[in-house]
């Protein structure tokens, strides 16, 4: 079985994106992705309200990495500290290698590469770093935008789940995407 550490917090750089530790300093950011309609439209979590939420929600990350439970990182491209989005893997699987990813950007930010570009390089780190061997993704079917991401990044429909989750008075359907580490 897998054992994750992730002290010292591991800074991740891609071409155009700097993937950093979220603070309680990313407060404002984290209240405009989490309070924003379109943001959570495909996410079945409730709408941050307050700024004590978004900062329930910061401390909710720290505590996943601090034990090894999770980790995310905050979206900036390089030379602005402005948080455009997270990313990480919000699910860890030690005992099966697998772990899921997940990611919000701000909608400013869609359609510019960023997200594909961020998991690309989460994807190395996984493999590589974390052991894992496979990383799933579990979207909304409708969710068609992320569906191209993730196709783009290699990962392949592995299923759908018909009415599978119950949120806000309705039943939602979940498909879940995944990659396999190549050998």
């Not at 910061?58 to 996943?64: A, R, V, Y």
């Not at 592995?158 to 879940?176: C, M, N, P, Q, T």
Request: a negative charge; aromatic letters at 10%; hydrophobic letters at 40%.
């Amino acid at each position: 079985m897998l054992i994750f550490n992730f002290n010292p917090f591991p800074v991740i750089t891609t071409e155009r994106l700097l993937l950093k530790r979220i603070t309680n300093e990313d407060v404002a950011e984290i209240f405009e992705l989490r309070s924003n309609p379109e943001t959570m439209k495909y996410i079945p979590r409730p709408l941050v309200k307050t700024t004590e939420d978004a900062l329930e929600h910061i401390t909710m990350i720290e505590d996943k990495i601090e034990t090894n439970t999770g980790i995310n990182w905050g979206i900036t491209l390089k030379g602005n500290p402005k948080l455009l989005g997270i990313i990480g893997y919000y699910r860890l699987q030690p005992e099966n290698y697998r772990a899921e990813i997940g990611y919000m950007l701000l909608p400013n930010y869609h359609g510019k590469g960023i997200i594909p570009e961020a998991i690309n390089k989460l994807i190395d780190y996984g493999f590589d770093e974390l052991h894992l061997h496979s990383i799933e993704a579990v979207i909304d079917p409708e969710n068609l935008a992320s569906e191209k991401v993730l196709q783009k990044c290699g990962f392949v429909k592995e299923a759908h789940f018909k009415e599978s989750d119950f949120y806000e008075g309705r039943f939602l359907d979940k498909v879940i995407y995944s990659l396999l580490k190549s050998k």
